[in-house]
């Protein structure tokens, strides 16, 4: 019984760590995208190529940051028409980091809102009932009375 018990706990407490990595970077990717809706700088920059994946298409872009600095990004999941190569595009990045970019406007933030409050309270519940199933399993097998 106590090596089940112990399976259990292993298995829950794998659950609750993946769910509380789940909610980290669901809330990192959100709050970039908040972050550069208010507080990123809007440049033009130039379409060098496009990339497939898994996601589907998307654009890389090089521009130049206001330090005179070169930069490459990648806007994936291009949801509008594809530019053609060498055609201008309109970004926004974080001025303190360059790396952080995205195409202007940044038209994912509304759908991403509406997204995080069905799977924040989702993944948040799940981590929360692993972690009381937990305390209940140790306190019925460990100490119980």
Not at 77 to 90: A, K, S, T
Request: aromatic residues 10%; glycine residues 12%; proline residues 5%.
């Amino acid at each position: 019984m106590q090596i089940l018990a112990f399976v259990a706990l292993v298995v829950l407490g794998g659950v609750s760590f993946l769910a509380y990595v789940g909610l980290k970077v669901l809330m990192a990717m959100f709050w970039q995208k908040v972050l550069l809706a208010r507080k990123g700088v809007r440049t033009r920059g130039v379409c060098s190529g496009y990339t497939s994946g898994r996601y589907g298409s998307g654009v890389v872009v090089d521009f130049t940051d206001e330090l005179g600095g070169s930069n490459r990004m990648v806007a994936a999941g291009w949801q509008g028409v594809l530019p053609e190569r060498g055609g201008e595009v309109e970004i926004v990045y974080l001025p303190r980091d360059p790396k952080v970019a995205d195409l202007w406007p940044v038209g994912s933030l509304v759908p991403n809102a509406i997204y995080m409050t069905v799977a924040v309270p989702v993944i948040l519940a799940s981590g929360l009932a692993c972690l009381v199933a937990m305390a209940w399993i140790v306190h019925r097998v460990w100490f119980p009375g």
